[in-house]
């Protein structure tokens, strides 16, 4: 029997993983041994020469979130840049801006409490998930409000080898009706379970293009595992989930306004703090859309 408690906490800096090529067009600052960096030297919301994109696109791929301050885009340059990576979704549940069926409006006052407290990946009951986000923040409140980012190959790798051994070929169920489900009525949530319906991803994916591996299970929308006893199943999942929790493998971003974060999805969970009410917190993200987990 596997013995179910966290190996070693043995982290793997970040710098070790990067290829050692000097930044030359952006300045990346760590915030945290694994995870994490702020960026300056550079508008999103300018043109962008293709050298600098690549040392973006290597920053995130080696620091899995990053952070940028004073870009004040236009939803028309949050879309462009963010379309620079790919494809971009349009959330099926979450209100979007006028105009701009890609810009989630996350507003949140005295009114509208903050519910994204809980550690997740996103849209992970999509068959392809994103492969991540950029979030502006409009109107932030004088304190609190900050969003912590979980490195999810320093969670699996700090598993005991026993237990990473027994989670080879797992796989698990994604739902978001336990969620977004909730808002819905009988009728609309039988349209959007046919729309969307549960998907099985592994419980530990590949990074398509890193490599890594990390876990790939969350507490809002993974229900179980697949072919588990039920019991057993929960047991082994609040144990992965548990490891998003060790502050070892996180990093914590403060906002301002005008302040981005920008996290790969398929690499990290995500927790926006909410301890702010009743201030106003407003943000915009544009999602781009990811592969099939593999």
Excluded at 100 to 125: A, C, F
């Amino acid at each position: 029997m596997v013995e179910m408690h966290p190996g070693p906490r043995h982290l793997r800096p970040t710098y070790d993983e990067a290829e050692r090529l000097p930044y030359t067009r952006i300045m990346p600052e760590p915030l945290s041994p694994t995870i994490g960096a702020e960026i300056s030297g550079v508008s999103l919301a300018g043109t962008i020469d293709d050298a600098t994109f690549e040392e973006i696109h290597r920053a995130l791929l080696e620091y899995k979130v990053i952070f940028f301050r004073d870009q004040d885009m236009m939803p028309e340059q949050h879309v462009a840049f963010a379309r620079r990576f790919g494809d971009l979704e349009t959330h099926p549940f979450v209100p979007h801006r006028d105009g701009h069926p890609q810009v989630m409006v996350l507003k949140k006052n005295d009114k509208i409490g903050g519910y994204e407290n809980v550690w997740h990946s996103d849209v992970t009951w999509r068959r392809e998930p994103s492969l991540g986000s950029v979030l502006l923040a409009r109107e932030v409140p004088p304190l609190g409000g900050d969003t912590l980012f979980c490195d999810m190959y320093a969670a699996y790798e700090g598993l005991s080898d026993a237990v990473r051994e027994s989670l080879e070929g797992l796989r698990a169920v994604h739902d978001f009706t336990f969620t977004f489900g909730r808002l819905l009525s009988p009728e609309d949530l039988a349209k959007k379970q046919q729309e969307f319906p549960k998907v099985e991803h592994p419980v530990v994916r590949t990074h398509p293009e890193t490599g890594r591996r990390g876990l790939y299970v969350n507490l809002p929308f993974t229900s179980h595992i697949v072919g588990m006893e039920s019991a057993a199943s929960d047991r082994l999942l609040e144990l992965l989930y548990r490891q998003a929790m060790v502050p070892e493998y996180q990093c914590r971003f403060r906002w301002r306004r005008h302040s981005v974060a920008f996290w790969d999805n398929r690499a990290v969970q995500h927790y926006a703090t909410s301890d702010y009410w009743p201030q106003r917190r407003e943000m915009e993200r544009v999602t781009i859309v990811g592969d099939e987990p593999r």
